[in-house]
């Protein structure tokens, strides 16, 4: 069992988005676990080459001209961690001090950390800039550059030479931090001045399965999560490429790749109830927890393969090089038309809250807001795509042709939601009353048949206080929707208590009757999450995902279950109804984090419609601009920085050409 946490850190921080690619495949990287330092460098992959001797040079001026000390470390991942975590790690292993930095690079995830927040004399916004200065020569994979910038950064805060006061960040005790492959929190350590450093730690040569088997419960519970959240983005990103290529090219060329996709989803889906099963109130034994964690880690890379051994065959059959300027102006007549719907959405939204509260509009109250941003950066991607045809670069144009693709299937989605929650609403009123005399009749039921039975009363009092509820809401004076979730919770408690009162051919015949309304207020409750959750994916955490996927299952389930075993179908539903219902509050609640991160951070909200560096909408939508430059994306791309360790957003950027950006 897991109760539902986040992964906060008892610091401050600054934290930056790393927007590099990695395959679908790559979702297990090669791992190093913290380090105990013997060295000013330590580089366990290679990439300071002949560079070595400048970056200790750095180092070694910075510990002659100040009281502080700067260790670099290089490896291809941390294990799983949080960056700012494994840097803490090592720092702590390798006995350093308060006055002593580490900068903590893995130069395969493409993710890294800083640490401590402050030292000494200097303030944590004189030490972001130190890492905006790494961070800038990461983005080029100047890895030696990376080093020497933040040392000569921290030298010049220490000894007046020009500080990082500009730099004032408002940040955020306990922020959560994402452990997505793309995440890169910058981040603040601990000295190690007059400290003995002790030994290596002795190499494991280790696999894959060694690698699983080492790891603490802890981090293979986590890193279980995270994997969940990169293939949730991969199918997510896969199924809407498949979208595209079968109206292009219609159904029978695509056969092969939905197969493959609807067989991975299968898996997946499996997994996420793997995970929903650590996560539920049933305690789990630690040797439960690892092969259940192992098992969802398993499954996630071999999905990952195969959708990633039909990437170039994908690939080959769009073709959008030899068609990439049509793509660019098609896409830019689709822009043209969603910006038209945009004004329509908000006349609606505004006509809607005119007459419901605001909770029965909060899972598409800013999604206008967030179109509108889209269509923003759709405009700068179809630009930017234009100019690198100019030049020929057909591949480049092909990638920013994607992302405006993908941006766009996101607007429809998000003024679609719109329009749905209108006609939710207003079927809202019809479905109440049925569920009022529906409810009404349990109620005679109740006092007829159980009058004496002491369980019984409070059921019926929760069923009055339903019914009061739903009429109010159907007067126009509270959310339609709850209400009508509340009076089916309310009814599911009373027909449990009625049931060994009836005949089982009446509660058969009973559940036949519920099970229709139950499905359809189901359908659309699913439909909403979902929608919610693709175009937030890079805010929302694994916790949503799963509790999504779980209610998915089980609507499957008890759709097949309607004919021939109604009551069991019905229990499903019911069970589908509040796990969906979960998953939207915890997706509202990753993005409400998220936002409330960037404001701290940077004095902007996502309802100021603002976008940082022009990849606001795309980063919320897990649209990783420069990932897809990097020829991430498409078929078996996963997209999004959300979630691997709950949810969340960091700022900053390291990525190529401008496009890191942040929050």
């Not at 040797?287 to 969802?296: C, Y």
């Not at 499957?556 to 219902?581: C, G, I, K, M, N």
Request: proline content about 4%.
């Amino acid at each position: 069992m897991r109760s539902r946490t986040r992964a906060s850190l008892l610091v401050t921080a600054v934290a930056a988005v790393g927007l590099a690619a990695a395959p679908a495949s790559a979702l297990v990287l090669p791992a190093a676990d913290p380090l105990t330092l013997t060295s000013d460098v330590t580089d366990e992959v290679g990439a300071l080459s002949g560079s070595q001797g400048e970056v200790q040079a750095a180092l070694d001026e910075l510990s002659q001209a100040t009281p502080y000390d700067l260790y670099v470390v290089y490896v291809a991942d941390f294990a799983g961690q949080s960056p700012v975590d494994w840097a803490q790690a090592t720092a702590e292993q390798s006995g350093l001090g308060e006055s002593d930095f580490v900068l903590a690079v893995a130069t395969e995830a493409r993710r890294y950390a800083l640490v401590p927040q402050q030292s000494g004399e200097l303030s944590s916004g004189e030490v972001q800039a130190a890492a905006t200065a790494a961070e800038d020569r990461l983005a080029a994979d100047d890895w030696a550059g990376a080093a020497i910038a933040a040392a000569e950064s921290l030298q010049r805060s220490a000894t007046g030479g020009g500080g990082g006061g500009g730099f004032v960040w408002v940040l955020l005790i306990g922020l959560v931090v994402i452990g997505a492959l793309f995440a890169l929190p910058a981040f603040l350590a601990r000295r190690r001045r007059d400290k003995q450093l002790g030994p290596p730690p002795q190499p494991q040569a280790a696999g894959p399965v060694d690698e699983l088997a080492a790891l603490p419960t802890a981090e293979l519970d986590k890193r279980s999560s995270s994997a969940l959240v990169r293939i949730d983005d991969a199918l997510r990103s896969s199924e809407e490429e498949l979208g595209f290529a079968q109206a292009q090219f219609g159904p029978d060329a695509t056969r092969e790749f939905e197969q493959v996709l609807a067989g991975a989803k299968q898996r997946v889906t499996e997994a996420f109830r793997l995970r929903q099963t650590l996560d539920d109130d049933i305690p789990d034994t630690e040797p439960q927890v690892r092969e259940t964690a192992t098992r969802i880690i398993r499954t996630v890379a071999q999905v990952a393969a195969d959708l990633d051994a039909q990437k170039s065959a994908f690939d080959e059959l769009r073709d959008v090089e030899a068609r990439v300027g049509d793509a660019l102006d098609a896409h830019e007549r689709e822009a043209t038309t969603l910006a038209a719907r945009v004004d329509t959405a908000r006349a609606t939204l505004q006509t809607l809250a005119a007459r419901y509260p605001a909770s029965a509009l909060a899972s598409v109250t800013l999604n206008p807001d967030q179109a509108r941003l889209l269509l923003d950066e759709v405009t700068s991607a179809l630009t930017q795509g234009r100019a690198a045809l100019g030049t020929g670069d057909r591949a480049t144009a092909v990638r920013y042709a994607r992302a405006a693709e993908e941006a766009l299937g996101q607007v429809r989605v998000l003024l679609d939601a719109v329009d749905h929650a209108g006609s939710d609403l207003a079927s809202a009123g019809p479905r109440l009353d049925a569920a009022i005399a529906s409810i009404t009749s349990d109620i005679a039921d109740a006092e007829r048949l159980g009058p004496a039975r002491p369980e019984v009363a409070p059921r019926v009092q929760a069923a009055h206080a339903a019914v009061a509820t739903a009429r109010e809401a159907r007067t126009g004076a509270g959310d339609p929707l709850a209400a009508l979730r509340t009076i089916s919770e309310a009814e599911a408690a009373i027909d449990a208590t009625l049931a060994p009162l009836r005949e089982a051919r009446e509660r058969a015949d009973r559940a036949r009757q519920l099970l229709g309304e139950t499905l359809g207020r189901l359908r659309s409750a699913l439909r909403a999450t979902s929608d919610f959750v693709a175009t937030r994916r890079g805010a929302v955490g694994p916790e949503a995902r799963t509790r999504l996927a779980e209610a998915e299952r089980l609507y499957r389930h008890a759709e097949d279950q309607a004919v021939t075993e109604p009551e069991a179908a019905l229990e499903s539903a019911r069970r589908a109804e509040q796990l969906v219902a979960d998953a939207g509050h915890l997706a509202q609640a990753d993005v409400e984090q998220a936002d409330a991160y960037r404001y701290q951070s940077t004095g902007r909200g996502r309802g100021m419609g603002d976008a940082v560096n022009g990849v606001g909408g795309m980063v919320l939508g897990g649209i990783l601009l420069d990932s897809i430059l990097r020829g991430g994306g498409g078929w078996g791309g996963g997209g999004g920085f959300g979630g691997g360790d709950g949810g969340g957003f960091d700022g900053g950027g390291f990525g190529d050409g401008g496009f890191g950006g942040g929050f």
